[in-house]
Every structure is written in structure tokens, then in C-alpha cells.
């Protein structure tokens, strides 16, 4: 007999575990299998729970964008006008939470699957749209006509950050990462003010 309200707390584990065992192996080639026992049970459990791998990693992912959006929303709530709230964005990006090895691969795994899963292209979609709204809502009062290139140009070199960081082995660097950005943005907030 199942034991009453442990769903969530699996849940909770299998999400977790599938991030680890991507962050390891670099790749989607995980089995559900491996991915139970990292989690602390059988994968006949993890089938239930999720139907398949597919499934389970969609779910890692919606979980990833939740913290991910918490993240942004209680970063955008402290920071005092437009530059700062876009500054809050581009850290929230490379915030530990966001930026370690594992959810790094977790996301170029999540931008593979977007080409063949229409849920995981829904979700990836509804991420880049949030957050070149975001960016660009915030860049128009300090470049104004400019700001929809300009969050295009933002958005792509943090996809651009991840992207180089799942070809080394080291831990990402979350300061360079977020000065790099940074000083695109302050390039193209220089060329509005020209």
C-alpha cells in the first residue's frame, strides 16, 4: 500500500536526481534506471510517477524555470528602477541557484530536446519570450526604440554564457559571467545616451 503523501517527496527527489545525473554524464543518454537509483528507488516507481524519461526531464526543467522565475520576480521586487531591475535579471541568470555545472547541462540538454519535443520548444519558448519581455520592458525607459535589439542582443550572450560554459569541465564563473553581460549592457545603454 502506498504511503499517504510521499508523491511530492519523490517527485522532489526524482526531479532532483535527473538534474545530477545530466550534470554528470553531460547528456540526455541517462536511463530512467539511473536516475531512480540516484533518487533512492525503483525506476518501476519513477515510470509511475512520470510516464518516461521525456517526462521526467520536462518536469527537472519546468522545476528549473520555477526558481528560475521566483528568482527574477523577488530580484525585480528589490531593485530601484530600470537599470538596476535589468542588472537583476542578468545576475538572477548566473545566481548559484541557476548557474552550477549541472543545471548548465540540464539547459543545453533542454535546447537539444526543444528541437524534437513540442512541450519542451512550448517551455523554452515561454522562458526566451519572458525574459526578452523583461529585458526589454526594463531597457526601453534608459534606450528607448533600441531596446527590443538590445534585449535580443542581452538574451542571446547569456544563452551565449551557458552555451561556452557546458564546453569546459570546470565550474562555471559566475562573476565573469555576469561581468561579461554587464558590459554589453553598459555598451548599449552608452549608445542610447549618444
Avoid at 6 to 22: C, F, G, N
Avoid at 115 to 127: I, K, N, T
Avoid at 168 to 193: N, Y
Wanted: aromatic share 6%; charged share 25%.
Amino acid at each position: 500500500m502506498p504511503k499517504v503523501g510521499m508523491e511530492p517527496i519523490r517527485r522532489a527527489a526524482l526531479v532532483k536526481a535527473t538534474i545530477a545525473e545530466i550534470g554528470e554524464s553531460g547528456t540526455l543518454d541517462v536511463t530512467v534506471s539511473q536516475i531512480a537509483k540516484r533518487a533512492g528507488m525503483s525506476s518501476a516507481l519513477a515510470h509511475h510517477y512520470f510516464g518516461g524519461k521525456e517526462q521526467i526531464f520536462l518536469a527537472a526543467m519546468r522545476h528549473t524555470l520555477m526558481l528560475y522565475a521566483a528568482e527574477v520576480r523577488g530580484a525585480l521586487a528589490m531593485a530601484n528602477g530600470p537599470a538596476e531591475r535589468v542588472e537583476a535579471i542578468v545576475r538572477v541568470s548566473f545566481s548559484p541557484t541557476n548557474f552550477r555545472r549541472e543545471v548548465v547541462a540540464a539547459w543545453l540538454n533542454f535546447y537539444v530536446l526543444a528541437q524534437v519535443s513540442d512541450e519542451a520548444q512550448r517551455l523554452l519558448r515561454a522562458y526566451q519570450m519572458r525574459l526578452r519581455s523583461n529585458l526589454r520592458y526594463n531597457l526601453r525607459p534608459l534606450i528607448g526604440d533600441r531596446a527590443e535589439d538590445a534585449a535580443e542582443r542581452i538574451a542571446a550572450l547569456i544563452d551565449g554564457v551557458y552555451l561556452k560554459h557546458t564546453l569546459g569541465h570546470d565550474q562555471p564563473d559566475r562573476d565573469r559571467a555576469v561581468a561579461k553581460v554587464l558590459g554589453c549592457l553598459s555598451l548599449e545603454v552608452s549608445k542610447g545616451a549618444a
